[in-house]
């Protein structure tokens, strides 16, 4: 097995892990990465000490190798310390192959990098997050359908999309200034988050636009408590630094799979039958502006 002299060296923490996953030597910069002591893991398998969303895809490269008799892989992965908390790592792994002396089994590096994890974390969270109303920005919305809709393929679970854009916003920001404005879309965002609790996600995609996708929301009787909770948002007054504002909202809502078999058609759909909601409202108003509403009631009747 790997020489002794190797283990103690090399400044990252290093073991041999059998075929079948149990630790068979470990050095003490990995025991005290890890908070075991070797004995300790010589007792555990590599399941002992992976997060379990992790497990999967590092046992496949593992078996890819025995197949193959051969070769390497590099992964991130989280592992849990002895004490239950969890570090990500960059692992290293190698197949040694059987000889004389040894018999066939992995050397694993693993190297702590929850640091630069934690930064790329934070850097991703603002790429997908709104700065003003701290829910998710478009990019996010785009990645949690995408979500949906993978396990929509893997489970058949279906799901809904509702898009929502709040009525006659830009009077509330020539009213109440874009101070006002903003405290009013923190509002919808908040009510709109807290409405939806686990159920799904809330995002804000453009300036007075919100989306949220409905986890469950499969059936007519779900989606018929979704729209009834999404309307009961804007049912009590918004409160802004001096006064209390009453505002509508026009909601669009698309069904996986009823309405469309793909991401990009969901939005689609989500988004037409939401501006197809905006015009209906807004064309009563628009006849009555006009300096001919008899003769535009008259061409609506006609159609």
């Not at 002992?48 to 991130?76: C, I, K, W, Y």
């Amino acid at each position: 097995m790997t020489d002794g002299n190797f283990f103690r060296k090399i400044p990252v923490g290093v073991a041999c892990v059998d075929r079948d996953g149990s630790w068979l030597k470990a050095n003490q910069r990995l025991c005290d990465t890890l908070g075991l002591t070797e004995d300790t893991l010589q007792h555990l398998r590599i399941h002992h000490v992976t997060h379990p969303d992790d497990l999967e895809p590092e046992l496949t490269q593992m078996a890819l190798l025995l197949r193959q008799n051969h070769g390497s892989f590099n992964m991130a992965k989280r592992f849990i310390r002895g004490d239950g908390s969890i570090f990500w790592a960059d692992l290293n792994v190698s197949l040694v192959q059987a000889s004389e002396s040894q018999d066939t089994h992995f050397i694993m590096a693993v190297q702590d990098i929850s640091e630069t994890r934690q930064l790329i974390d934070h850097l991703e969270h603002k790429l997908r997050h709104d700065p003003l109303t701290r829910i998710r920005n478009r990019a996010g919305f785009t990645e949690s359908v995408r979500a949906a809709f993978r396990r929509y393929e893997r489970h058949g679970k279906g799901f809904a999309l509702a898009y929502i854009d709040l009525d006659d916003f830009k009077k509330i920001n020539d009213t109440l200034g874009h101070v006002g404005g903003d405290m009013l879309l923190k509002e919808v965002a908040g009510r709109l988050t807290h409405m939806i609790g686990q159920d799904g996600i809330v995002a804000r995609i453009g300036g007075d636009e919100f989306a949220v996708v409905l986890n469950n929301a499969a059936s007519m009787e779900q989606l018929n408590a979704a729209i009834f909770r999404l309307n009961s948002v804007f049912s009590v007054p918004m409160e802004t630094s001096d006064r209390h504002v009453t505002i509508s909202a026009s909601v669009g809502l698309a069904r996986c799979p009823l309405d469309a078999h793909s991401i990009h058609g969901l939005m689609q759909f989500a988004d037409a039958s939401m501006y197809a909601e905006k015009s209906a409202k807004l064309a009563p108003r628009e006849i009555e502006r006009s300096p001919y509403p008899q003769r535009l009631k008259r061409q609506q009747s006609a159609r």
